[in-house]
């Protein structure tokens, strides 16, 4: 899976308007597991921009922006022109491909593929523990 870290909730803003009517989109598989994504998240960044004076006018929490059939499955408002993308850059990349007439804001910055481990304890509890495996290209 691709890991992910939150963007400063500062830059997110400086890339948005007051007068912008916003959908916020999440990936459920990676950035939740990344514990950056994830419909807590999700509301969670909505509620703090309803507070800062935003206009959220809505959320979609889908399991792959990286898959085109995800996408497809989306009618936004037509009154959206931003698009907050909680997800790794593809999903981005995505939006960005099926928007092309709203601005796209990514909440998230990829850093590279995570392995996930998950330990059994002896008394039955799962352990997770996430390695960052940096990869070259």
């Known amino acids: 899976m691709i ?6 909730y500062a830059k997110i803003v400086d890339e948005l308007d007051k007068n912008n009517n916003i ?3 999440s ?5 939740r597991l990344s514990d950056t994504g994830g419909e ?6 909505a509620k703090q921009l309803r507070e800062d004076g935003f206009n959220v006018v809505d959320g979609y929490l889908i399991t792959y922006p990286c898959k085109d059939e ?7 408002k037509k009154n959206i022109d931003t698009i907050i993308m909680i997800s790794c850059a593809s999903g981005v990349a995505n939006a960005s ?5 709203c601005k796209i804001v990514s909440a ?9 481990e ?3 304890t002896e008394n039955g509890e799962v352990n997770k523990r996430k390695k960052l495996r940096r990869v070259k290209v």
């Open 108 to 116: 998230n910055d990829s850093r590279g593929v995570v392995v996930i």
């Open 40 to 45: 807590k998240r999700m509301n969670e960044l």
């Open 3 to 8: 890991g992910t870290r939150d963007r400063k």
């Open 23 to 25: 959908s916020i989109i």
């Open 97 to 101: 491909y099926y928007y092309p007439n």
């Open 27 to 31: 990936c459920n598989t990676c950035v």
């Open 118 to 120: 998950e330990k059994i």
């Open 70 to 76: 995800y996408f497809e499955n989306i009618e936004l």
